[in-house]
């Protein structure tokens, strides 16, 4: 059964950086694109970045290019999603996601098929 299970969320002063792992099971981050997705409260969830699995070019939203960076660890099977400059309007639960590698990448939240349970981001003024 695959799991993604996201960790390293927190409360942080705005100016402040955190460091978000997705670790994966049942499923294998060498052949799966991962993004990065968020939902702040009372709307949609967002796409924030994603990272392919092959050459692992990656893209971003407008909001977090320049402050956010996704990198990844084959051997831990695990994503990160590095944020700095954070801002009160950074905060939000923020979710991993996989996509096979053979399909595009996109920012779509239904382009993808396996989900975290989320972790919450909150950045205090």
């Known amino acids: 059964q695959v799991q993604l299970e996201e960790s390293g969320g927190g409360l942080v002063q705005a100016g402040g950086s955190l460091r978000l792992s997705c670790a994966a099971s049942a499923l294998t981050l060498s052949t799966n694109n991962m993004a990065w997705f968020r939902q702040a409260p009372t709307k949609e969830r967002e796409f924030v970045g994603a990272i392919l699995c092959r050459g692992g070019g990656t893209e971003y939203a407008d909001s977090v290019k320049g402050r956010f960076t996704i990198s990844r660890d084959y051997g831990k099977n695990v994503i990160y999603l590095e944020m700095n400059s954070l801002e009160p309007e950074d905060t939000a639960i923020y979710y991993c996601?996989?996509?096979?590698?053979?399909?595009?990448?996109?920012?779509?939240?239904?382009?993808?098929?396996?989900w975290g349970q989320g972790t919450q981001v909150t950045v205090s003024v």
């Open positions: 996601a996989a996509r096979p590698g053979r399909l595009a990448l996109v920012t779509q939240r239904s382009g993808y098929n396996y």
